[in-house]
């Protein structure tokens, strides 16, 4: 419920969420499939590559489909053009 008051507000409709390949990045993941599933479109960035340990892997793979991954470099690229928040 956290999530939709948080979406309530129409700046809150895209998010990016920057994940690193450890257990934060996992908390990443999972945040992402919350935000997903209250009706927010989000974008994971991955920093430092791949999901590394365990319970991030878990994590990532238990993302819905809806989420889009990209990247990290390319997501500052593009947000520094200004190019992702018109995604």
């Known amino acids: 419920k956290r ?3 948080l979406l309530k507000y129409k700046r809150a409709k895209k998010v990016i969420i920057f994940c690193g ?3 934060n990045g996992g908390d990443g993941f999972v945040m992402a499939n919350h935000l997903t599933s209250a009706g927010a ?3 994971v960035a991955l920093v430092l590559g791949e999901a590394a340990t365990e319970i991030s892997k878990k994590a990532f793979l238990e ?3 809806e989420v889009t991954v990209i990247d990290g470099g390319t ?3 593009e947000i520094k053009n ?3 928040c018109n995604l």
């Open 3 to 5: 999530f939709e008051k």
């Open 21 to 23: 390949k450890g257990n």
């Open 41 to 43: 479109k989000v974008y």
């Open 63 to 65: 993302m819905p489909n």
């Open 75 to 77: 997501a500052v690229t």
């Open 82 to 84: 200004n190019k992702l």
